[in-house]
């Protein structure tokens, strides 16, 4: 039998990529310090990855050569967020300031509006427009009417004060889910959980698109009802509403193991009182194990 070199190359990089793709996701999910934005990151790799592999030529690393594919794509995710300004000249080497790890930014983005209130104006302006916001130094200066040193003062003073904050005892009551979420989610969960497909149907919207990630994506009433006649088919699921990294999402568990933790999540996006998205991680397992979840 004679095997096309290209097609060949197409199914080599493509197993490749389904056997590295939980290192992958470990790796940008730590970069950008979200396990959800994470697998949006490592997608993007991915699709580069195949784009790019047909011009790389004879790969000696190719385990290393994705890795580098996932770290760019990385930081170009990073600096989108962060709206970075894509080039400074040489007077504006002073405007660069020292920038916090993901996970430190994305601390900072979470904390309370009641603890930010605890910071002095100027420090709370700056820790949000830079940290919260993405903004840089020269927006700062621009948005509070400031010279530089004083936004840069202002700036480590707020985080100082952050990381003070977030070293005093917790006694805040602990995150939940809004009555609006829990109710929305309680229908969906209540009609999931009784095998209630039609009243399922009944609560997405016409133009509904589904993410079954690492599978397909799907638009449409009509070709996401397969979907939920594909759950009407196994017994491996139980849903319950919950919170991943703050945001509503329902919760997956398989009733035949008994297991405390949840085997994946799905998040739901709503408009008009309807479904419109959905986001299934029920083939991409290796997402919950580095995610923080309540419920």
């Avoid at 700062?140 to 070293?167: F, N, T, W, Y």
């Amino acid at each position: 039998m004679t095997v096309d070199p290209e097609t060949s190359a197409a199914f080599d990089i493509e197993r490749l990529l389904a056997a590295m793709r939980p290192k992958l996701h470990r790796y940008c999910a730590r970069m950008v310090g979200s396990v959800i934005d994470g697998e949006d990151v490592l997608q993007d790799a991915m699709i580069k990855a195949v784009e790019a592999h047909a011009s790389a030529g004879t790969l000696d690393n190719p385990e290393g050569w994705l890795f580098r594919v996932a770290h760019n794509t990385a930081l170009d995710f990073l600096r989108q967020r962060k709206r970075q300004e894509a080039f400074r000249g040489p007077a504006e080497v002073d405007m660069i300031v020292d920038q916090l790890d993901a996970v430190a930014s994305r601390q900072i983005a979470a904390t309370s509006l009641r603890t930010f209130m605890r910071l002095p104006v100027p420090q709370r302006a700056s820790v949000i427009l830079m940290d919260v916001l993405g903004c840089s130094l020269k927006e700062i200066c621009e948005v509070m009417d400031c010279s530089l040193p004083a936004a840069k003062a202002a700036l480590h003073r707020g985080r100082a004060q952050l990381r003070e904050i977030a070293d005093e005892p917790d006694d805040a009551p602990q995150q939940k889910l809004s009555d609006a979420d829990r109710e929305r989610l309680g229908a969906y969960v209540a009609h999931f959980n009784a095998r209630d497909f039609d009243a399922i149907r009944a609560m997405i919207s016409d133009d509904v698109r589904l993410d079954l990630v690492s599978r397909t994506h799907l638009r449409g009433k009509a070709e996401v009802s397969r979907y939920f006649g594909n759950y009407d088919k196994v017994s491996d699921w139980r849903l319950v509403e919950g919170m991943v990294e703050g945001r509503p999402a329902i919760l997956v568990f398989d009733p035949n193991e008994g297991d405390a933790k949840p085997k994946y999540f799905v998040l739901l996006g709503w408009s008009a009182g309807k479904v419109a998205t959905i986001r299934d991680f029920r083939h991409a397992p290796y997402v919950i194990k580095d995610a923080e979840y309540l419920i």
